[in-house]
């Protein structure tokens, strides 16, 4: 028998373990990644637990302003859809 030729028995059962490996694997490749992403912060940020924040550190006062001015806007258009959304058309 060729070393290459597997019956239809023995495609299902290595199937069936190819199967039975995968979940179990990708769970334990995911734990890792994640468990050593939580190890990697300090104990104090763990307790608190603190968010990374995604801003550049160098922002200047003309980005904030801008920021500010958009941010205002958006309250007044939230504020504009629910007045016009509780009128009777």
């Not at 028995?9 to 050593?36: C, F, T």
């Amino acid at each position: 028998m060729n070393a290459l030729h597997f019956s239809y028995h023995e495609q299902y059962a290595l199937g069936v373990k190819k199967k039975d490996l995968m979940a179990p694997l990708v769970s334990l490749i995911v734990n890792i990644l994640v468990i050593n992403k939580s190890l990697s912060r300090t104990a104090l940020s763990l307790i608190r637990n603190e968010q990374k924040l995604l801003l550049k550190q160098d922002v200047s006062y003309i980005e904030v302003c801008a920021i500010d001015r958009m941010l205002r806007i958006i309250r007044m258009e939230k504020e504009t859809l629910k007045d016009f959304s509780g009128q009777a058309v």
